[in-house]
């Protein structure tokens, strides 16, 4: 095989080789069609089988209910932040949003746009470095929904717990670590996340939301921008992302093929225990801040003694096959994300390489 190194990239990031490998041989001529996939009609029935496979693999995967539908919508996980205002606010309606972090604040700074939103928490005055707990959340009855963050990416804590939001419709960005452990959908009522992270390369949003809520959506939105509309079409209102969706199909196939979501959420404690254990046992010289109980199995942050030294350790890694490991701009200081495709290597060598170079600095 050719020289693939561990790609810690937040996003886009590393995929299932076996997928990656499986589009190469059927990109130019796809199952004998005589033509690339990406060339076809996606009313054809070779995308058709495409488009519902991935479909199919989200919900036996997630163990999707019934009464969910499962919805592929381009313009990433930011649209949807404009999306969900678009659809359920208006006439009064106030969207309540806990406010965790980066992507919190830009679902935040959308809502506001379009409609009337309160935020309900925030941890900003300590610089993000936890979740609330479930009791925190205090929501009114009357809201139209209640908006958080599951996994923010970049401060690298991750929600644990769902507050029981009741007749209050729950709606979680899972953009980063949908499809790593089980969803109650018994408490939430719409996920959604970019594709490109734990699903397959960019391009879109997968949207998992209960059937009643849509049917909720304001009818005077535009057509692409309406759930409704969406819903009805089975994702194919127009031309679907056909490129995106195979990937997310091939990248599925291979999560079946591992051991479903069990698996995934057991991979992803082993790669972050990895790297917590170092960060743990060093002393305090590599300093995780963020509170141990919202620490993220996907987006590992941790800062060095020095900035001089984050920045000889990001060089040496990446010069020893480590690439992505460099902090949000934002924030600073390193950060390993780790996906579904990471491999347990990628985490256990990196652990060595940060002991060696503690023991050398
Ligand atoms: C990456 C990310 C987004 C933005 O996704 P796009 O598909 O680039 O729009 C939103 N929320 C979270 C939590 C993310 O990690």
């Not at 209640?146 to 979680?172: A, K, Q, R, S, W």
């Amino acid at each position: 095989m050719t020289n693939r190194i561990f790609n810690f990239s937040a996003g886009p990031c590393t995929l299932p080789v076996s997928a990656l490998e499986k589009a190469q041989k059927d990109f130019v001529d796809y199952q004998g069609a005589g033509m690339s996939l990406i060339e076809m009609s996606h009313r054809d029935k070779p995308y058709d089988a495409v488009h519902r496979d991935a479909i199919n693999n989200v919900k036996e995967i997630l163990n999707v209910p019934e009464d969910f539908e499962v919805m592929f919508i381009q313009g990433g996980a930011t649209l949807q932040f404009a999306m969900i205002a678009m659809n359920f606010l208006g006439n009064g309606k106030v969207g309540e949003y806990v406010n965790t972090g980066a992507w919190a604040k830009k679902a935040i700074s959308d809502g506001k746009k379009v409609g009337e939103i309160r935020v309900i928490w925030t941890d900003e005055e300590n610089n993000f470095m936890r979740m609330p707990k479930p009791e925190e959340i205090k929501f009114s009855s009357d809201a139209a929904f209640v908006h958080m963050c599951g996994n923010e990416t970049i401060g690298g804590i991750e929600f644990n717990d769902y507050p029981d939001t009741g007749d209050v419709p729950l709606i979680v960005d899972m953009s980063s670590h949908i499809m790593s452990r089980p969803i109650d959908f018994n408490k939430i009522d719409m996920v959604y996340g970019g594709a490109q992270k734990n699903l397959g390369p960019a391009g879109m949003a997968i949207v998992i939301m209960r059937k009643s809520l849509i049917e909720k959506g304001n009818d005077n939105v535009p057509a692409y921008l309406s759930y409704k509309i969406h819903a009805k079409n089975e994702s194919l209102y127009n031309t679907p992302p056909v490129f995106t969706i195979y990937m997310m199909k091939l990248t599925t196939d291979w999560v079946k093929e591992t051991g479903g979501l069990k698996a995934m959420q057991e991979l992803a404690m082993a790669r972050s225990n990895a790297l917590y254990d170092v960060i743990d046992n060093s002393d305090g010289w590599y300093r995780c801040p963020v509170e141990k109980e919202s620490r993220s199995r996907m987006n590992v942050v941790w800062r060095l003694p020095s900035e001089d030294l984050e920045k000889k350790f990001i060089a040496e890694a990446l010069a020893a096959g480590f690439s992505g490991l460099k902090g949000h701009r934002s924030v600073g200081g390193c950060r390993a994300s780790m996906y579904n495709a990471m491999p347990t290597q990628g985490a256990t060598k990196l652990a060595e390489f940060m002991i060696e170079f503690k023991k050398n600095n």
